[in-house]
């Protein structure tokens, strides 16, 4: 998110470790742009599809923005889902708790065709679906 930029020190740590600023709620043509070339440079993008952290240990839902960068670029999917992350702060404090991570096969979502906002919605439904019997599993 683009407001992770606003601190210098911790704008550049960022930046240093190849992340871009996100200007959430918008179509954020710049991001979009940068990431297409990312993927099809053979680049890897990290992506937090559900927009933003939630406090509790649920998978919430995916914003179409993932499907649209997944059918636009061709690229393959990774589902990769995190248990306990709503537990990395409390009250403002950083903590240390376990967090699980799972990995699934690579998310094929070469049938789904066109590049409209439902072929885009449809996607990021299937990753998410995915995702969530990753995270049930961890």
Excluded: W
């Excluded at 589902?79 to 306990?84: E, I, Q």
């Excluded at 799972?102 to 998410?128: K, M, T």
Aim: proline residues 6%; glycine residues 12%; aromatic residues 6%.
């Amino acid at each position: 998110k683009s407001e992770l930029f606003e601190s210098r020190l911790f704008g550049g740590l960022v930046t240093t470790l190849g992340a871009f600023p996100i200007k959430r709620g918008s179509a954020d043509v710049e991001a979009v742009r940068a990431s297409l070339e990312i993927l099809a440079a053979g680049g890897m993008l990290l992506m937090f599809p559900e927009g933003h952290r939630h406090h509790d240990d649920e998978v919430h839902e995916f914003h179409a923005g993932i499907g649209m960068l997944a059918l636009r670029s061709g690229a393959p999917l990774l589902p990769v889902a995190l248990r306990g992350t709503n537990r990395l702060v409390y009250r403002g404090v950083p903590r240390f708790p376990q967090v699980r991570v799972a990995i699934g096969p690579p998310v094929d979502l070469g049938d789904i065709e066109g590049r409209r906002s439902e072929a885009y919605a449809e996607a990021a439904s299937r990753l998410r679906e995915v995702i969530e019997g990753l995270y049930d599993a961890a």
